[in-house]
């Protein structure tokens, strides 16, 4: 026997010893005796219809990679607003590792996100929330929530122009709901306005008690799975009776002789591993989310551009009919956890196939459908600030007056390029200042910049004595010298 044999066997003895230790003394038996001998519906198994069912166990694995990340993060994040933003730049440039962390988090919650929506649309069109697995959904909406409210948060952390106008916005819409809205505006700002007790709310609620309340209803959940079972594929012509559903799920099982173990599992773990490699790769390849641009408040006016997962609501605020501000901001946000809660509690029995639910089908379309459109809508739309756009080139203003070049940095770091172009450079959610000196005085620009018009804030008293001059300049020496503006 070689030498590397021997070790290689007396490594696989301790090895052995170890385990048979660790089996003893932690008391697994029951566990892997319930993994032998714990029985799912045949098709799981069998056919490839196994493969619709792998969503939940994969938003729970994510959900540990979460705690992972998120408490290596907290580590070195500080829940100041003099210290979280440039607690994640230094995370990003010059933690070993820290803005891949960084990015693995991100990308973790928008994984945990879409997850949560496509597992509670397989429980849709299958119908799985029937009888006897209505609570099994009711707290699946609780997870639901509590996702939604962890990405919420995890926004502010970020403390950049978009986190702080976000919260704003949704500070404002509770602010609008009947009899109790200013109160809970109060308790989302922690105060009257935002600040640093915000963010220290944020951050205790994203790193403790939000994480806290998903384990404990994870745990109820899956207890409730294990419980009631896991729901069948549907079939055409087999409604579900309560009378005699139980006794028929039983039977089935036990003559489909498939354990979850391993015959049902490996699909789970094999779907897992697939999310853990997408999050990955899409870490390495797009790096950390932020942070944007510092919190300026004479922006928080302007509509903000949230993670991917909200921005289909913030469009169709912004789209919407004035008409509609009460049922959008209001009764929209209020009815629509309540519906999905009372949903197995008025269609908890009958069919579950969806060819004879058509309006299960016609419903997760329409969502998807919707989703979609607000979505693109939002990201090709003008109507959000280009907090990317970079300040106008030393080399374009070489031969500019220092007045000028003055009023470039200043047209920049007041927000005003957020909004508005000039030298074709800048957001587009306000006019082009180029175009808008050819139609317009200085001193009619100046009375705009001054006191403000619609979403544009009021800039008096936030320009010091000086500043709107050299802005000014700054817009007018775009024209060109040869070009004399219309209102003059």
Request: proline residues 7%; glycine residues 10%.
């Amino acid at each position: 026997m070689t030498r590397l044999r021997w070790i290689a066997l007396a490594g696989e003895r301790v090895a052995r010893r170890v385990g048979r230790w660790v089996y003893d003394r932690a008391a697994l038996a029951p566990i892997f005796d319930f993994l032998d001998k714990h029985k799912v519906p045949p098709e799981l198994g069998r056919t490839r219809k196994g493969w619709f069912y792998v969503f939940g166990q994969a938003l729970v694995f994510v959900f540990l990679a979460q705690i992972v990340t998120g408490s290596a993060l907290a580590m070195k994040y500080i829940p100041s607003p003099d210290h979280a933003w440039h607690t994640l730049e230094f995370l990003n440039t010059e933690v070993v590792w820290g803005g891949f962390v960084r990015a693995l988090h991100f990308f973790g919650a928008s994984a945990m996100v879409l997850l949560v929506f496509v597992h509670m649309s397989r429980v849709v069109i299958t119908g799985s929330y029937k009888y006897p697995r209505e609570v099994n959904w009711i707290t699946g909406v609780g997870l639901l929530v509590l996702v939604l409210a962890m990405a919420f948060t995890g926004q502010l952390l970020r403390w950049d122009q978009d986190g702080v106008s976000t919260v704003m916005v949704a500070a404002t819409m509770l602010g609008r709901l009947p009899l109790v809205g200013e109160r809970l505006m109060e308790i989302v700002l922690a105060g009257d306005t935002l600040g640093g007790a915000t963010l220290s709310r944020f951050f205790a609620l994203h790193v403790i008690v939000f994480p806290l309340l998903m384990i404990g209803l994870i745990g109820v959940h899956v207890y409730l799975v294990v419980r009631n079972g896991v729901s069948e594929p549907p079939r055409a012509g087999r409604p579900v009776d309560p009378g005699t559903y139980r006794m028929w799920y039983r039977r089935h099982t036990e003559a489909g002789n498939t354990r979850y173990w391993p015959d049902v599992a490996w699909r789970e773990f094999v779907f897992v591993a697939v999310v853990y490699a997408v999050i990955f790769l899409l870490a390495v390849t797009w790096g950390p989310k932020g942070p944007g641009a510092v919190p300026d408040p004479t922006m928080v006016e302007v509509v903000p551009r949230p993670d991917w997962y909200f921005l289909w609501y913030y469009a169709l605020i912004w789209y919407k009919p004035a008409a509609l501000d009460m049922v959008v901001l209001v009764w929209f946000p209020l009815l629509v956890f309540p519906a999905l809660v009372l949903l197995p509690i008025f269609f908890g029995r009958g069919e579950r196939a969806p060819t004879r639910r058509p309006w299960a089908l016609f419903a997760v379309a329409a969502t998807i459908l919707l989703w979609a459109t607000l979505t693109v809508s939002a990201i090709q739309g003008d109507w959000i600030p280009d907090f990317d756009t970079e300040p106008v080139p030393e080399a374009v203003l070489e031969d500019a007056p220092l007045g000028v070049r003055d009023g470039a940095g200043l047209f920049y770091e007041r927000g005003c390029q957020y909004c508005h172009m000039a030298l074709e450079r800048g957001g587009t959610y306000g006019p082009d200042l180029t175009r808008s000196a050819r139609e317009m005085s200085r001193s009619d620009m100046a009375v705009r910049i001054v006191m403000g018009i619609g979403n544009m804030p009021a800039y008096q008293g936030i320009l010091e004595p000086g500043e709107l001059d050299a802005i000014l300049d700054y817009i007018f020496w775009t024209l060109g010298p040869d070009v004399t503006p219309e209102g003059d």
